[in-house]
């Protein structure tokens, strides 16, 4: 008999797309990752917003190497509302190609989920 309280294995590409996501994205100043935070939380398009310390970022920019100080913002949504997010981001955001990256959330405590379901409904 199977163990009910086994944790399932996360699907797989071929399975169902992930409800709930993480989607980060960087700027250049600490202020200017609280107006995006901010933004998306306004707007029910996120949860949550955490900005981390700044970061050192190092990347390939018109054919130079670059190095610049970089503040991340990772937002936690449902899958539902990612395209007004990133709509938003790309809108909102002053970099002429920002990073936008979602990530699925494959396991979280239901509370937490939930939480996130109820804020960007």
Partial sequence: ???P???SDPPGLSGPPA????VMT???SEEKAERLARGAIEGRL????????????????DGAVETSREWQVLFK???????ELERYLLQAHDYDTP?????????????YLSWIAEETS
């Fill in 1 to 3: 008999m199977a163990d």
């Fill in 5 to 7: 309280t086994a944790l």
């Fill in 19 to 22: 409800e709930f996501l993480t």
């Fill in 26 to 28: 960087t700027t250049d």
């Fill in 46 to 61: 996120a949860a949550c917003a955490q900005i981390s310390s700044p970061v050192t970022s190092v990347y390939r920019w």
């Fill in 77 to 83: 949504t449902a899958q539902s509302r990612y395209a």
């Fill in 99 to 111: 990073e936008i990256i979602a990530t699925p959330i494959t396991r979280g405590g239901n509370g």
